[in-house]
């Protein structure tokens, strides 16, 4: 299976990273083709909802989403890698997102697999509401089969003493 994982930490070595770093890890094990796409430091603009795609041509933006949504369509499975800033989708990320609206058919046509990687200060009971939220109406619009989340918490060595790391592994090794 293709795999194309949308990291959106701007702390190349933090909590989020992390996990996501142990996800590839298992889904490379067992065979998978992973292919990394940094969105924090990717030249994406915003979409500014001209609709000139007619919702599955091209983007009259010429940045870096061309390539990132040929690699998205060219994938089996998506994976949104994001730290939790105030309870949603990085900026990054988000970003990316909004531009899926020019290859919309082409997703939801896909069918395609995908998992949600966040990981936040805190883990109060209501932490990832919001973002567990949008990533459910994501996956029930775009038609995706959700896989599965890991949702951790705390600084990178909290974080690297938790469970989340190991959880992460065994969620890529057997996806």
């Given at each position: ?28 094990e067992s065979g998978?083709?992973v292919t990394e ?99 459910k109406t994501l ?37």
């Amino acid at each position: 299976m293709k795999i194309v994982v949308l990291k959106s930490s701007g702390n190349t070595h933090g909590s989020s990273n992390l996990l996501a770093d142990e996800f590839i890890r298992g889904a490379k094990e067992s065979g998978h083709i992973v292919t990394e796409i940094d969105v924090y430091r990717a030249n994406v603009k915003s979409c500014t909802g001209c609709v000139a795609c007619g919702y599955e041509g091209d983007c009259v933006l010429n940045d870096d989403m061309i390539s990132i949504r040929r690699t998205i369509l060219d994938s089996d499975m998506i994976v949104f890698v994001t730290p939790l800033y105030y309870y949603g989708f990085s900026a990054q990320l988000k970003t990316v997102i909004d531009r899926f609206c020019a290859f919309n058919s082409g997703l939801t046509s896909k069918r395609m697999r995908s998992v949600l990687i966040s990981a936040a200060w805190n883990n109060d009971d209501w932490t990832f509401e919001a973002l567990e939220t949008h990533y459910k109406t994501l996956v029930r619009y775009l038609h995706f089969n959700d896989c599965g989340s890991i949702l951790g918490c705390g600084s990178v060595g909290m974080t690297q003493s938790s469970e989340y790391p190991k959880l992460a592994y065994k969620l890529g090794k057997t996806i």
